[in-house]
Structure formats: C-alpha cells, structure tokens
C-alpha cells in the first residue's frame, strides 16, 4: 500500500523554537509537498520538490524553509516558530505532475 | 488569479439519497483532477483521479465527471451512507490548487 508517513501527529512548541516537520514516502516519487490547513482558508501551498536538493517556494513560504537530502524524505522547518503559525500541516508526494497525489495523516501544530 | 470553487460548501441530506458535489476551475489546461475525502482532523484520502483525456472515472458509488471546456468537475454519491459524512475536497493537479471543500454530512 501506498504510504506517505508524517514523524508527529501532534506537536506543542513555544514562541522561538525551532521546529522540525518529517515526511517520509516509500513510493520512489519525484514530488514532493508541504501544505498547511486553516478554517476558512483551505489548504496553502508552502513549499514542493520535484527532485532530490531541489526545492520550490509555493504560495505561502515566508518563516519557513525545506530540506530534501534524499529522495524518500521532505523536511518542513520553522526556524523561529510563531503563534501564526499554529495550524495543520500536510505532506503530500506525487510520482509526476500528472500521477495521483498521496497524503500523509497530517501534523498537527501549536504554538504557544 | 487561477481558482478552484466547491459548491455547495455543505450539506445535509438524508441516507439513501444520491447527491452531486460541484468544482469549478478557471484554467482548462489541467494535467488532470483528483477528488479527496478528509475526516476531520486527519490527512487527505484519494478518491477519485481523472485524467485531462478522461471524461470520468467510476470506484463503487462513485463516480467522478470531468468537462474541461466548462471548467467544470461534479462526483456524483449514490445511495448515501452516513459513513460518507467527511469534507470533500477537489484538487486541479499540476496547478497545485485546491478548492475549499464541500462539508457533506448523511443523517440516519
């Protein structure tokens, strides 16, 4: 089965900390995608990879970066964690831009 | 500014019904359009992927619609079950754009 594995379900951090988001898939896809949900604004782009070290900025990118080192794993960090940052966040992986898109089961975050 | 519409944003129906969810996309170069459910709290789950050359696509009660030159995609649930209460979701691959959702809850 396809899976598409999220490192912490839920996370509570404090104003300033760094946080780190793991995604993992073990489909051998090329893309890669990070997502946040708020009510009422749906899901925002973050940041996406269509390859191993390549990263793209999506629509939302500011007070965030991305690792991807290997292919298999998708980072999301926060260097300097905010309350406006409280939400949740969603990895999802692609093979192409045109094969089905598969997410994980979402990292809830609160920042206090 | 490209776009992706859900109507309606939620609804109630009875169980047994049959019932259609609407997205509406402004740019008709599409790669391709994906349905999802998500249960509250969790990740999104795949339903539904149809192809730019597809015309639709079936997986038990249902099945998914794509016109391109209306912009437009329905899914279409037969015989509703209370099971299916869930936010659906349509995404307008290779653009990367998601509609809002669509909150469907079936009543006993």
């Known amino acids: 089965d396809v899976k598409v594995t999220q490192s912490s379900r839920y996370l509570v951090k404090r104003t300033g900390e760094k946080v780190f988001l793991e995604c993992v898939q073990d489909m051998d896809h090329e893309n890669m995608f990070w997502y946040r949900q708020d009510p009422g604004l749906g899901l925002r782009l973050i940041y996406f990879s269509y390859d191993v070290k390549m990263k793209e900025k999506g629509d939302i990118p500011e007070g965030y970066s991305v690792s991807r080192e290997k292919k298999e794993r998708f980072s999301l960090i926060l260097e300097s964690a905010s309350t406006n940052q409280t939400s949740m966040y969603l990895c999802?992986?692609?093979?192409?831009?045109?094969?089905?898109?598969?997410f994980g089961e979402g990292s809830r975050l609160t920042v206090l | 500014k490209q776009e992706v519409t859900q109507i309606p944003a939620a609804l109630s129906v009875p169980e047994g019904e049959n019932l259609v969810l609407n997205c509406s996309f402004t740019?008709?170069?599409?790669?391709?359009l994906q349905w999802f459910r998500q249960d509250p709290g969790k990740g999104l789950t795949s339903l539904l992927l149809i192809q730019s050359s597809q015309r639709e696509q079936t997986s038990g009660r249902l099945n998914a619609s794509l016109d391109k030159s209306s912009g437009r995609s329905t899914l279409y649930i037969a015989a509703s079950q209370p099971g299916d209460s869930a936010t659906y979701l349509c995404?307008?691959?290779?653009?990367?754009?998601f509609g809002q959702g669509t909150e469907l809850s079936v009543k006993p």
């Open positions: 999802a992986s692609s093979f192409s831009n045109t094969g089905e898109l598969f």
């Open positions: 995404d307008q691959g290779g653009k990367l754009i």
């Open positions: 740019d008709s170069a599409i790669y391709n």
